[in-house]
């Protein structure tokens, strides 16, 4: 079996989505936009198996037709920029930077690009923008998906020291007036996570890849409407929500993931009524670059949004 390892070469292409440009900003940032990679035929990244297997497919299906205005990417292009700055400096002879590795899996090929890699601790590091509120909540789950795939495929290319993963991340909103006065708020702007992984994370890695390029096998084999949708964890929907109320007060004095719970809630401490209150697919209604092609988005969404 043949690994590849691309040292200090990008992979180059152009990005056929659409890019608008409605607010008339400076060129630079349409032709900083406009950079992306070309889809090849059974290749798939690292970034893109984390999303649901319906967005992911759409996406690729429909790159031609999809359309986003640059403002819309002012964030992504931040982080470009960061990676683009951190890239002119040179690393330690220990380390590789910036690499892009490729490893097969069955018959595709999985694909993915880290920030820094340390021979000698065996640590990758991915550098992130980030609200503060992830830090806040620890919505860590995919910053650990992603690093150990990356020391997985580190592994099978022989680097088998590599059982460690920092994430750098630049909090884009960061208040330092909040980092002073809340006891649960970061208090840097900069804020570094790290994951330590074992054999069995290893093991539990392959199998997931293995299903998850199986899934992808049959989506590509299925029309649009076919494919399944994505579970309400990859459309970003927490759930209906029971929130506690009192008149003349419009805030809620609590909000609870169940009814029965809200009752209780209620019975024990204050408050009048409880309201119900939807659970929002927000992957759909403000993530989603594909939606406008996802009969599950025009059934159920869209209308509502």
């Not at 198996?49 to 690729?60: A, S």
């Not at 982080?79 to 690393?91: F, P, Q």
Request: net charge negative; glycine share 4%.
């Amino acid at each position: 079996m043949t690994f590849t390892i691309i040292i200090n070469n990008k992979i180059k292409g152009a990005l056929i989505m659409k890019i608008t440009n409605k607010l008339n900003l400076p060129t630079p940032f349409v032709n900083m936009a406009s950079q992306g990679h070309i889809y090849r035929d059974k290749v798939y990244s690292v970034t893109s198996l984390l999303k649901g297997t319906k967005e992911l497919m759409l996406e690729r299906r429909h790159d031609s037709e999809i359309e986003v205005d640059v403002a819309d990417m002012v964030w992504m292009l931040f982080g470009t920029a960061v990676h683009n700055i951190l890239e002119k400096y040179e690393a330690n002879e220990e380390e590789l930077k910036e690499e892009r590795i490729e490893v097969p899996i069955g018959k595709y090929i999985l694909t993915g690009r880290f920030d820094l890699y340390n021979n000698v601790t065996g640590i990758v590091t991915d550098y992130k923008t980030a609200s503060v509120w992830k830090i806040i909540y620890r919505d860590y789950k995919d910053w650990r998906m992603q690093t150990l795939i990356y020391c997985y495929m580190m592994r099978k290319l022989g680097f088998n020291e590599a059982t460690d993963s920092n994430i750098v991340a630049f909090l884009k909103d960061h208040n330092k007036r909040d980092a002073k006065m809340k006891k649960d708020y970061p208090q840097h702007p900069v804020h570094v996570e790290k994951f330590h992984f074992t054999e069995n994370d290893f093991i539990q890695c392959e199998k997931w890849l293995e299903n998850r390029f199986t899934e992808i096998e049959i989506a590509e084999q299925l029309p649009d409407d076919e494919i399944p949708e994505c579970t309400q964890e990859e459309r970003y929907n927490v759930g209906n929500k029971y929130a506690v109320m009192k008149t003349g007060k419009k805030t809620a004095l609590r909000v609870l993931d169940t009814k029965e719970e809200a009752k209780v809630w209620m019975r024990e401490n204050d408050g009048d009524t409880i309201v119900e209150r939807l659970g929002e697919d927000k992957k759909c209604m403000e993530y989603c670059n594909a939606c406008e092609f996802c009969n599950y988005y025009k059934k159920f969404v869209k209308p509502m949004n």
